[in-house]
């Protein structure tokens, strides 16, 4: 045969794949704001660099009339390319062909392009939109799963993994974007669940629509499964690509450095924190003063909103910060808050991410709710994040630092290289208000105008205790500075802790408080 005929045989094989599941299923994809596996990748990549492999492949299932059906691609696109230069892995799941559903030969292109993303060190990026097993299939789906499972805790803390929910994810599949780092969820599109609506009504007699059962806002806001949530898959794109652009290729590079910047002039910092310790404030505006054009990128931004985590620029370097937020539940640690920095510093320290915790939190939240769901083994795992991390560690205590919340957040003693602290740094065991009442009660009790004594004990505590120069004094922190020092120290000891080398004890590994 002439290679020309050779040719367009092959374009005639392409364009028969590339109609995926038919214009009718395509139709039905657009009709719910859903793109199609390809147009996806298409968006998200650089133009003109997707190299798809295993485009030919074919489902090999015999039972219940597969024999005769053909699934184009079996359901799901992989390949690589890249974004904004980042070279990347990725697979699509192809609703349009049997519902993306995950037969022996789906999970196998799957499981390629993840050998093939930790082999070549560079990140995985997976498109999830499936019925989930394929039911004609059965134990087979399954062991696909499970080979899927496996292949994503090997990556982990070696490439960045990120899950990308663009339709139905239930079973047993939500496991996979659960062991990846980072998940994306679109409005009305994204639906996680382990039990659909109609298992629970037999099970249970409960009735519960998709949405409200494992809809994107449930996941971004309830269960903090989910980190970023986006109002349509174009703003899902913009995201990751603004992810990507923070995050290093592999566990052996550092992020790409970009041309430095100031922060805008919109922030007064020596004035953002309130003089009344009462008060609240945003702490995003803290750390909106110290980055790079003012840029932050928030993850879990509606979950745990008394913790802020994500990533800014100093000086062209990514950096991930951690700081506890006024505005919520004064920004106490808690279950919740725990879990989201927790896993945040081990991203950072896993990826070569300098950490800046920013400080003001009365302590961990009291309560028999909080205490009944674990706190303890929760906020643990603050603390082993922290002493565990060997990546820069710089604190900056504004404000609170009492009690536990003192030494969970990055303190001196869990081996932050840098402590700083403002001149309204309150450092102590508890609040001036609850040590007085403590230490002080007798004579409040005693006196003629307890009020009064109770006021002036307060403040000999304040005076005595809860303040920066006690700690100054032994060297937990390092230097007591004005707040517009802050930026300057922050790009300074980022430069100094560039060749940061700490050897923690040889073993296996540890046993986190899971
Ligand atoms: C085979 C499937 C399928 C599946 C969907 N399809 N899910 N085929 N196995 N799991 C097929 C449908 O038969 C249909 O084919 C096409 O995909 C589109 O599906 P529809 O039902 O028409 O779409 P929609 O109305 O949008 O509903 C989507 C859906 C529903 C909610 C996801 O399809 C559904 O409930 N599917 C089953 C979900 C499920 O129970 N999966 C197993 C989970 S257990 P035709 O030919 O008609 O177009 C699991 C275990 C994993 O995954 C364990 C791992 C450890």
Not at 451 to 475: I, L, S
Request: hydrophobic fraction near 40%; include cysteine; aromatic fraction near 8%.
């Amino acid at each position: 045969m002439p290679i020309d005929q050779k040719i367009r045989e092959l374009q005639e094989r392409r364009n028969k794949i590339l109609q995926g599941g038919g214009d009718k299923a395509i139709q039905k994809q657009k009709a719910m704001g859903k793109g199609t596996a390809r147009d996806r990748i298409m968006i998200l990549l650089d133009e003109g660099s997707f190299s798809e492999y295993d485009m030919f492949v074919e489902h090999e299932a015999r039972d219940f009339d597969m024999d005769k059906k053909s699934l184009p691609s079996d359901g799901v696109i992989i390949g690589t390319g890249t974004i904004e230069g980042a070279p990347i892995a990725i697979f699509a799941q192809d609703f349009t062909v049997a519902g993306g559903s995950l037969g022996l030969m789906h999970s196998r292109k799957i499981t390629k392009i993840m050998d093939h993303a930790l082999k070549m060190r560079i990140p995985l990026i997976g498109i999830n939109d499936s019925g989930g097993a394929r039911i004609q299939e059965g134990v087979n789906s399954l062991a696909g799963y499970g080979e899927i499972f496996f292949r994503n805790t090997l990556s982990s803390g070696v490439i960045p993994q990120i899950s990308v929910i663009l339709g139905p994810c239930a079973g047993g599949a939500v496991y996979s974007p659960a062991l990846t780092d980072f998940v994306f969820v679109v409005q009305n599109i994204s639906k996680m669940f382990i039990t659909g609506p109609e298992v629970i009504k037999t099970v249970l007699g409960e009735e519960i629509s998709m949405e409200d059962l494992g809809g994107a806002r449930v996941h971004s806001e309830v269960t903090g499964n989910a980190h970023f949530y986006a109002e349509s898959e174009d703003e899902c794109f913009a995201k990751i690509k603004e992810l990507v652009s923070y995050i290093p290729w592999n566990n052996d590079r550092k992020a790409k450095c970009i041309k430095p910047a100031e922060p805008k002039n919109d922030y007064d910092i020596n004035n953002i924190v309130p003089s009344d310790p009462t008060l609240p404030y945003d702490v995003k505006d803290v750390i909106r003063s110290v980055t790079d054009k003012s840029e932050f990128f928030e993850i879990q931004r509606h979950w745990a909103k008394n913790m802020v985590i994500g990533f800014g620029r100093i000086n062209g370097a990514t950096v991930g910060f951690v700081a506890n937020q006024p505005l919520e539940l004064a920004g106490v640690l808690d279950v919740d808050s725990s879990d989201k920095s927790a896993r945040f510093i081990r991203y950072c320290d896993a990826f070569n991410i300098p950490i800046i915790t920013f400080v003001d939190l009365p302590g961990y939240l009291p309560g028999v709710d909080q205490e009944h769901a674990g706190v303890i083994r929760h906020g643990a795992k603050v603390l082993y994040a922290y002493s565990e991390a060997s990546v820069p560690k710089i604190t900056v205590i504004i404000r609170k630092a009492y009690g536990g919340g003192y030494i969970a957040m990055g303190s001196r003693h869990l081996r932050a290289d840098f402590v700083f602290a403002w001149p309204g740094a309150e450092i102590a065991v508890m609040g001036p208000e609850g040590a007085a009442n403590i230490i002080f009660r007798k004579e409040i009790m005693a006196s003629d105008d307890p009020e009064a004594t109770r006021k002036a004990k307060v403040e000999e505590y304040k005076t005595k205790v809860a303040n920066p120069y006690v700690a100054a004094a032994k060297g937990y922190v390092d230097a007591v500075i004005e707040p517009c020092e802050t930026r300057r120290l922050l790009i300074h000891a980022i430069e100094v802790s560039g060749n940061k080398s700490v050897a923690l004890p040889a073993k296996k590994h540890g046993i986190p408080p899971f």
